[in-house]
């Protein structure tokens, strides 16, 4: 009796510490040493008791090149310069972005450390500095209380946050700047379903197409027009400016409007940005003649939000005089260039999306209670989401925390293959109650065997960017963060169903239309539903290894399909501890 008491009060206490994390690269530290003429150098340190083979190269949010370093061996133990040849960059801020792979024993390679380093560089010298003295430093501080309206942001969220009290200036555009559309329908529409819905068996990818018939009015602002349009409104046109001079429309962006009086910001407006950049807000009280309007521009929506690591939503504002009974202020921006206001918000919000629209292109509603807090960059400030690096330093990591599904990106993080993994994992623990798979928390590397339930809990969250990214047809897909040949992984991975690959892999193999192995260690099948993978994971919580669902494909499919299951989770190794 008293063990079975004590069951219960277990498992309370090991959700309250669960956390899911981005896997950890093999254990070799980078470091650089720096030089503005003649070579630089990355240090590296292996820790491993393997020899480790690796290949440096220049990083997609690097603005000074090198030439790519390959097949540095490193004894076990030991430590070597690497030299990168003369940095190629030009005087003020810059990132050091460097990516690596490592070889595996037998062929095959799997994603290495990383370092993202930003530098203040001159004729001189190149000193190294932080994410936040180098681009959030920019911010304006923005003084006075506000009193938000209570705007409904989808399916009845009343969204009342206060207005952003550190804000960029936005940048002025020409209305003749070629801009990249996105084509899909409001955030205020795609959180039109309700809270944990999942596809009934049976039902199918018809139930819940992407464009449903909503009121216009409501999909461009997410209040109704009509009760507002008396007082005027407020319009333009907000875009990112991305790297390459790329223009692409902040689909889905919160807008929203404020007057400052005595002291005390009252919003008087909200928007979404559309899919071609264009937004209106009509006043919902209407702006005192003879003081200006603020407007603000966040990455936030009832899905997601991004903000710094004191909780403040990235915004971007300026304020406008009040020309008549519809203002027009014209083209603006977010500079999201790689040395801009906050390089990587772009990649976060447009990775964190892609996601949300999969969800909800399936009939899955991929929401929580809240918006997910996005904070980043991470840094060892916030307390959260620590590890320890190869040498057994504590550094900063990225997670997301089961309890409240907030999660924490690190710099170097700031990928949709990262962002849609920890998202996998807030989504997961919404819909299990917190009560994740025991055995999670820890830190993993991606080809180490732990046990089943972390595995679990992370083979899924590595599987999410391959469902988001691929599709079911695709040959040898790998994902750009993740380096995992999720169908081919081959012997650089540890085999059993306490690794987090392997269980990846038999998601996608349930997923995917390639078949491959050979009786009876085969892959011969697939759900004919795209979601059926994610929705019979969410919708069946409650376990520890990926090998009880056998069973619970089993009793989906019918006992004539006990066989091929079965056959299928033995390719994948799931039959081994
Ligand atoms: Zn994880």
Redesign the pocket.
Known sequence: MIQRLRMPLLAICLTAGVW????SPVDVSVESILARRGDSYLRLTNMTRESQTLTFSPGPAGTATFRPTRGIVLSPGSRMDVSLGELQMSDGVQVLHVVSQVAGPEGGVTAGPQLHEVLVVDATGVAKTTYERAFLSQRMAIPGESVPLRVDIGGGYLDAQPMGRLAFASGRESAETPVERVDEVSPFELSNMRLRQLPEDGVGEGLFPVRMGVDATRLATGVQEERASVFGSIKGKFMLKLPGSVYQAAWGWKVRVWQGLGGTWYQIGSANVTGDGTWSADYLIPPIPGFQVRVEYQPANRFLQVQDANGDIYTWGDDWDVTGLVTDIGYRSADLTKTGNAPGIDKIYQGGMALWRKFNKFGMNALRDEPVQITYPNTLSTGKCKSTDAGGNTIAWS??QSGDGKIWLISVHAVAGVVQ??LA?SIHSYYWDGNMPAGGGIKHNITKCYNPGLAL??GF??FMPYWVQFDRTAVNPVETTLGLPIDTLGNAYCKGASNEAQVAATFWDVYDTVNDGASPAIDSWNFTKKYAPVSTFLKNPGHNSMLEYTSVYTTILGANWATPVTQLFLLNTMFLP
């Open positions: 899911g994390h981005q896997p997670c997301s993994h920890e994992h809990t992370e969250a590595d």
